[in-house]
């Protein structure tokens, strides 16, 4: 199983970059990084996925290094709405690896104004 | 469309009781997924389901049990529920091609107290 290690916890000020980075060494060949975030109360929404190199979409951009042992999540030009937890899961979809699907613990980004 | 629906949105249990939570979703996906949320920790998976009649077990699967004979529907079933049960629980679903991860839709959640 890919071990997932996240920072716990980012602040930052409103209008900033947040670029938070998810360590996976031991990160699958078949495995995608994927990014969610979750506001207290609710379930995760999704963020952002990849395999390599970089992702960019309406909301985020996502960062991997050649040898995707981990990955950076940035956060552009963020607001107090931004502000939630944010989590890295690795894993793919091939049918009998389902159940390997691994959250990390979470960071908690805090922006304040 | 309503997305994925879990009932009850509360509920405290006396240890040793039985429940079953509720979830479904109205979007068609073939996967659906139960996960449970500790204070400040991550999501573990408890349970999967490719399709209809196959389920699988996760990361933390004891304790708990499942069915899916609809698209729609994937119950989960606590059978005599104990104090380490006390969770947050999510359900979710995605739309799975095998060999592809694919975003998942979560509930809202449910949140259990076993005393």
């Known amino acids: 199983l890919a071990k997932i290690t996240q920072p716990i916890s980012m602040d930052s000020y409103e209008g900033q970059e947040v670029n938070i980075t998810c360590s996976h060494n031991?990160?699958?060949?078949?495995?995608?990084i994927t990014w969610y975030q979750q506001f207290p109360s609710q379930g995760p929404r999704f963020i952002i996925q990849?395999?390599?190199t970089k992702v960019t979409n309406e909301v985020a951009s996502l960062f991997i290094p050649a040898d995707r042992k981990s990955s950076t999540l940035s956060l552009p030009r963020v607001s107090l709405s931004d502000t939630a937890v944010y989590y890295c899961?690795?894993?793919?979809?091939?049918?009998?690896?389902?159940?390997?699907?691994?959250f990390g613990a979470g960071t908690q980004v805090v922006v304040t104004p | 469309n309503a997305g994925v629906t879990q009932t009850p949105k509360f509920r405290i249990l006396k240890i040793g009781q039985s429940m079953t939570l509720q979830c479904t979703q109205d979007m068609n996906h073939n996967y659906m997924y139960w996960y449970r949320q500790d204070p400040g920790m991550g999501l573990k998976l408890i349970y999967y389901?490719?399709?209809?009649?196959?389920?699988d077990k996760g990361e933390v699967p004891n304790g708990y049990n499942v069915s899916r004979s609809t698209t729609e529907d994937f119950p989960l079933r606590l059978e005599l529920a104990a104090p380490s049960q006390t969770s947050v629980y999510f359900c979710a679903s995605s739309w799975g091609l095998e060999g592809t991860y694919n975003e998942q839709f979560f509930g809202p959640g449910t949140r259990l107290t076993v005393l």
């Open positions: 990849g395999y390599k």
């Open positions: 899961l690795v894993g793919d979809g091939v049918t009998d690896s389902w159940g390997k699907l691994q």
């Open positions: 389901s490719v399709g209809a009649g196959i389920t």
């Open positions: 031991n990160i699958a060949t078949n495995d995608y």
